[in-house]
């Protein structure tokens, strides 16, 4: 039995067996499975299987392997339980009413606000989409940067570059329209359809009230919303039409509304929202500087350890699509470079073989974006190094505030970012990475770590 089978059976095996787990997906970095009865998983023994960085029990259970080997693991159960991934059955809404059942136990356990259920809706909506977006957001940039160091926009290899990493962001609204009607509860081509609404060109030759529709109006908040309206109104719909009639009865109905509503009503509130959103952060960020830098970067990891900071997705693209490019992320990304800091800390000062390993297998990850092991496996477990991370991030987000970073697309942060900040802010873009690093490190070695944390780990 190879490496990840092993573990994909020692995984089934902590979680109450194959027939206890119910749907099994996976995101970048974690196996997220739900279970008939979450009573049967030892979570304490999921800990300790070979492997597991960490475990976060929140709507669906997060167990943390990293990036990479979490798409073999998650074959790998699959193979071993004959589940498919993502084996949830969105078309049948007796099954989602179970699982909301299921699911409102555990959240009303942990007390969440309506504030944290919402952005856990808005993340829901974009952790499929997550690899698409880094894909094509790092080979935009790429290409971005060609341009500026003399490559020929013209060139036949340049454009089809450029088709390739922009189409994502191009046609993001009907991806988003699907998630969102799937996490409602509709049908996933209606919640399509309602994105379409809002970027379709032929916008720009209706006009209402003496004015121009505007295509992308009201971005991805507006494609939400439109998405989250035709669910809605498809459900209650359906409860009044024949089933003999429903297939062209309800969709159809649902999608004329929905058409009128979101062009007289829905875009223009997606607009409002999203002119409001982004205006007050470039707001907090020109007024306070870098003491915004300093919060918003060392508040961000936390955020990360709930799995809530991909509901932040919306509001990064709706900064792109309105100003041009996106100050927010250089920030936030700072966050994992102070964890990078921590970590190297704790991996020179320790004596414990078993934590240096975990760093070791953590560290060019997170160097390249991705955070979560080394926050899972290291720096969250051990406590105070945690916070020092966080410190060491407040610094360099300092740093990017001041300076005014931005980014021309979003993707995983880390030195692989580097190519989507505009190119002329590139080298300040590293002088901060490396100061969170140097901070997060400084912090953590002087007052964060000491040997005594180790001897659980």
């Known amino acids: 039995m190879g490496k990840e089978q092993q573990m994909a059976h020692s995984i089934i095996e902590k979680l109450g067996g194959a027939s206890n787990i119910q749907t099994l997906m996976h995101c970048m970095t974690r196996i997220r499975v739900n279970l008939h009865d979450p009573s049967k998983a030892d979570l304490a023994g999921l800990k300790d299987v070979d492997g597991v960085l960490g475990v976060v029990e929140d709507d669906t259970l997060q167990i943390i392997v990293g990036p990479g080997i979490v798409n073999r693991v998650t074959l790998a159960m699959s193979e071993e339980t004959g589940m498919n991934i993502h084996s949830v059955d969105e078309t ?15 959240i009303n356990k942990k007390n969440a606000t309506p504030f944290k259920q919402f952005l856990r809706k808005i993340a829901s909506i974009f952790i499929p989409l997550i690899p698409a977006i880094v894909a094509s957001g790092l080979i935009a940039g790429i290409t971005n940067v060609a341009i500026r160091m003399g490559a020929d926009p013209e060139s036949a290899f340049i454009q089809m570059l450029g088709l ?12 988003v329209g699907i998630n969102t009607a799937k996490e409602f509860g509709g049908t ?56 003999s009639i429903d297939i062209i009865v309800t969709p159809t109905l649902a999608l004329l509304i929905t058409g009128f509503a ?12 999203s002119d409001l959103i982004t205006k007050g952060l470039l707001n907090l ?16 990891l936390p955020l ?24 927010l992320l250089p920030i936030l990304a700072m966050g994992g470079a102070g964890q990078v800091g921590a970590a190297f800390a704790i991996y020179f000062k320790t004596k414990n073989q078993r934590l240096r390993k975990v760093i070791k297998g953590g560290l060019p990850v997170g160097m390249l974006g991705i955070g979560e092991p080394l926050i899972f496996g290291v720096t969250l477990p051990l406590g105070r190094p945690f916070l020092t991370a966080c410190l060491g991030a407040a610094v360099g987000g300092a740093f990017q505030a001041f300076y005014e970073v931005a980014t021309i697309a979003i993707g995983v942060s880390g030195i692989p970012l580097v190519f989507l900040v505009n190119p002329n802010e590139m080298v300040l873009y590293l002088v901060g990475l490396v100061i969170a690093y140097v901070f997060g490190f ?7 770590f000491k040997e005594s944390m180790a001897k659980d780990i």
């Open 92 to 106: 049948n809404p007796m099954d989602l009413e179970q699982m909301a059942r299921m699911n409102k136990d555990a």
């Open 188 to 243: 996933p081509a209606l919640g399509g359809a309602a994105g379409i609404l809002i970027i379709n060109p032929g916008l720009a030759n209706i006009t209402l009230f003496g004015d121009p529709l505007v295509a992308g109006r009201g971005g991805l908040i507006g494609v939400m919303l439109a998405a989250v309206f035709i669910a809605f109104l498809e459900k209650r719909i359906r409860k009044f039409v024949h089933p």
């Open 304 to 327: 990360v350890v709930t799995g809530l900071h991909q509901g932040l997705t919306p509001v990064h693209m709706e900064l792109i699509n309105t100003i041009g490019d996106d100050p």
């Open 442 to 448: 400084l912090f953590t070695w002087t007052f964060g």
């Open 285 to 300: 960020i020109d007024i306070g500087g870098i003491f915004s830098g300093l919060i918003l970067a060392g508040t961000f």
């Open 262 to 273: 979101t062009l007289f009503v829905l875009q223009p509130v997606g607009g409002f929202l």
């Open 164 to 175: 390739i990493g922009w189409g994502v962001f191009s046609y993001l609204a009907v991806f």
